[in-house]
């Protein structure tokens, strides 16, 4: 399966700073990845689906403006959390799609705490 | 749409007690499953798959058999050990991205 590998694991900013995770790809040319956000005892809660060279699809709810991903190449997708604030605080996780009807390969997740 | 439904934790077990934990789900087509574990602190590691109807996804001592008759993937292991303790979320994959089970969490005493 890929192996995929997410950065930072954890950080903790003010509120009002933006903050970039990424998610790598090792060995799997990705064209699909997906981020999620899991909240403490919670299951996972698919944010957006990241399309190399196109624009995310977002789900419903979710601020396409406050989340912005970037899937520039087969290899790295990265979120953005703009403006950050107390409420952005959470575990998010990235995966990576290896097929139709095949496992997605996650990251090992980057818990964000914003002050 | 689809959707995945899993037993509600927590479920405390003693070492070596056997371990099942039930998911049923609702789908359109011929889904594939999956069962995957998540480690406090840490993102989720596919345990074990099944993509057809009475395919048996094994690993680590866990099993779980695709059942369409009853739209089921139970969980099994029959004799947990404390590292067993974690997260587990069933899920599915057919025409829309992954869904999700709530997860339960295991977890193990010596």
């Known amino acids: 399966g890929a192996v995929v590998s997410q950065h930072p694991s954890w950080v903790i900013c003010k509120s009002g700073t933006s903050v970039k995770i990424e998610c790598r790809s090792l060995?799997?040319?990705?064209?699909?990845m997906f981020w999620y956000r899991q909240f403490p005892k919670q299951s996972l809660m698919l944010m957006a689906t990241?399309?190399?060279?196109?624009?995310?699809?977002?789900e419903q709810g979710v601020e396409k403006d406050k989340f912005l991903i970037n899937h520039a190449s087969l290899t790295l997708s990265t979120l953005t959390v703009t403006s950050a604030h107390p409420e952005d605080s959470s575990f998010y996780i990235c995966?990576?799609?290896?097929?139709?009807?095949?496992?997605?390969?996650f990251g090992d997740g980057t818990r964000l705490s914003i002050l | 749409g689809d959707s995945v439904t899993q037993m509600e934790g927590p479920v405390t077990l003693s070492e070596e007690a056997f371990l099942t934990i039930n998911c049923t789900y609702t789908?359109?087509?011929?889904?594939?499953l999956f069962w995957y574990v998540q480690y406090p602190g840490e993102g989720l590691q596919l345990l074990l798959k099944?993509?057809?109807?009475?395919d048996k996804g094994s690993n680590k001592g866990f099993e779980a058999t695709y059942r369409k008759e009853t739209t089921s993937f139970h969980l099994e292991k029959g004799s947990v050990q404390v590292s067993d303790s974690a997260v587990y979320f069933c899920?599915?994959?057919?025409?829309?991205?992954?869904?999700f089970g709530k997860g339960t969490r295991l977890s193990v005493i010596a």
């Open positions: 899920a599915l994959s057919g025409n829309t991205p992954l869904v």
């Open positions: 789908a359109t087509g011929y889904p594939s």
């Open positions: 995966s990576v799609e290896t097929g139709i009807n095949q496992p997605q390969h």
């Open positions: 099944a993509t057809k109807a009475d």
């Open positions: 060995d799997f040319q990705a064209t699909t």
């Open positions: 990241s399309n190399e060279g196109s624009k995310a699809t977002y």
